[in-house]
T-cell receptor, first 116, second 112 residues
Framework: GAVVSQHPSWVICKSGTSVKIECRSL??????MFWYRQFPKQSLMLMAT?????????EQGVEKDKFLINHASLTLSTLTVTSAHPEDSSFYIC????????????FGPGTRLTVL | GENVEQHPSTLSVQEGDSAVIKCTYS??????FPWYKQELGKGPQLIID?????GEKKDQRIAVTLNKTAKHFSLHITETQPEDSAVYFC???????????FGAGTILRVKS
């Protein structure tokens, strides 16, 4: 149980375009999902908290107009990187909070974004 | 805010030996401490966690200990195998919103 999927697993786009990444909890409902960014050989950095039915909460230094988050249902959150630039190239990982297990986050497999 | 420090950054052990990774945290209100294993190109996988009301937890070859007074917790892997080679991250919960703060990670290499 507690499986989280992400789509796509990798994407290459041109500078200036927008890219949408989906995060789904497959076998449980997640009122809260998190989005992280991970640069090579570095740790996970929390970008934002996505709450179903309400606005996302962004961490300090993360541009909310650049990284649009939508949590429209209890099993789906999306991250859209708008007007992507090469410096946005990174590994984006989502996690879902299993409401039955306090604090326990289950991570998706990640999405590798490369902006040319 | 919460700060989590993790040591060592790299660890090489011989197959069959034990591996220990240590983390310290700063927020005394933290009450949940998970450990994740991340293989190259994949998302982190929860391998064990501990809550602040216990001092030790074990699951087969993996154990975690917690010292709340000293604010540190450790991951112990016994009888290491080559497939244990990966990056390991510790994390600690923070007060608001069930968020986690991660350590910098430890690259574990198990030599056969």
């Amino acid at each position: 149980g507690a499986v989280v999927s992400q789509h796509p697993s990798w994407v290459i786009c041109k500078s200036g375009t927008s890219v949408k990444i989906e995060c789904r909890s497959l076998d449980f409902q997640a009122t809260t999902m998190f989005w992280y960014r991970q640069f090579p050989k570095q740790s996970l950095m929390l970008m934002a908290t996505s709450n179903e039915g309400s606005k996302a909460t962004y961490e300090q230094g993360v541009e909310k107009d650049k990284f649009l988050i939508n949590h429209a249902s209890l099993t789906l959150s999306t991250l859209t990187v708008t007007s992507a630039h090469p410096e946005d190239s990174s590994f984006y990982i989502c996690s879902a909070l299993n409401g039955g297990s306090y604090n326990e986050q289950f991570f998706g497999p990640g999405t590798r974004l490369t902006v040319l | 805010g919460e700060n989590v420090e993790q040591h060592p950054s790299t660890l090489s052990v011989q197959e069959g030996d034990s591996a220990v990774i240590k983390c310290t945290y700063s927020d005394s209100a933290s009450n949940y401490f998970p450990w994740y294993k991340q293989e190259l190109g994949k998302g982190p996988q929860l391998i064990i966690d501990i809550r602040s009301n216990v001092g030790e937890k074990k699951d087969q070859r993996i154990a975690v200990t917690l010292n709340k007074t000293a604010k540190h917790f450790s991951l112990h892997i016994t009888e290491t195998q080559p497939e244990d080679s990966a990056v390991y991250f510790c994390a600690a919960s923070i007060r608001q919103g069930n968020k986690l703060v991660f350590g910098a990670g430890t690259i574990l290499r198990v030599k056969s």
